[in-house]
């Protein structure tokens, strides 16, 4: 598939398993984090947000966990699908003149039926 | 009723010829975006506008020149085309207040032969 040879970090779940992605930021002074998912041809697509006054923000089957404390994020997808299957990114916003998301390096997700 | 759009989507050249990348979006957003997405999958911002200013100009080669000619397109004109400028190049907008970050358009897979 496209993602071969990317050498990203590759998380392969079997469906119906909750997955666990990782980020860590580098910027604490960034307030605003997002998680992105992007399928094989296309742009990313917002999946779920948090602002820096919160430790978690639940959506639909995604809940994204903040600790500030080590910088780190994380997406949990509950029952993971096929359709879950894509490459997911951290972005922090770090803007000082506006709004500048800076993306991080990228996961594989794989889901095995 | 496509959100942003970017036209072509794929772009082969040879080196040394000038193209551009134009780019719309109908979701009434003040601000527009220039991503570059690397082989390796690596998302870096190289320009963003506000309302038809020049807002965010990270250190991008002067060959690369965006224009506005209103807050609804952003377009990326690149002369003197380089091996090295070959990546997915995204367009993006986002709203006041940076509600749900970004939304990107699909991509112009751009190839420099």
């Known amino acids: 598939g496209e993602n071969v040879g990317l050498h990203l970090p590759t998380l392969s779940v079997q469906e119906g398993d909750n997955s666990i992605i990782n980020c860590a930021y580098s910027?604490?002074?960034?307030?605003?984090f997002i998680w992105y998912k992007q399928e094989s041809g296309k742009g990313p697509q917002f999946i779920i947000d948090?602002?820096?006054?919160?430790d978690k923000r639940q959506g639909q089957r995604v809940t994204v966990l903040l600790n500030k404390t080590v910088k780190h994020l994380s997406l949990q997808i509950a029952a993971t699908q096929p359709g879950d299957s894509a490459v997911y990114f951290c972005a922090e916003n770090k803007g000082e003149y506006g709004n500048k998301l800076v993306f991080g390096a990228g996961t594989i997700l794989r889901v095995k039926s | 009723d496509t959100a942003v759009s970017q036209t072509p989507k794929y772009l082969v050249t040879q080196m040394g010829n000038d193209k551009s990348i134009k780019c719309e979006q109908n979701l009434g957003h003040d601000t527009m975006y220039w991503y570059k997405q690397d082989s390796k999958k690596f998302l870096k911002i190289m320009f963003s506008y506000n309302n038809k200013e020049l807002i965010i100009n990270e250190t991008v080669p002067n060959r690369f020149s965006p224009k506005s000619p209103d807050k609804a397109h952003l377009n990326l004109h690149i002369n003197s085309l380089e091996l090295g400028d070959s990546a997915v190049y995204f367009c993006?907008?986002?709203?006041?207040?940076?509600?749900?970050?970004?939304?990107f358009g699909s991509g112009t897979r751009l190839t420099v032969v």
């Open positions: 948090i602002r820096s006054n919160m």
């Open positions: 993006a907008s986002s709203p006041p207040l940076f509600l749900r970050g970004y939304t």
């Open positions: 910027n604490s002074a960034s307030d605003y």
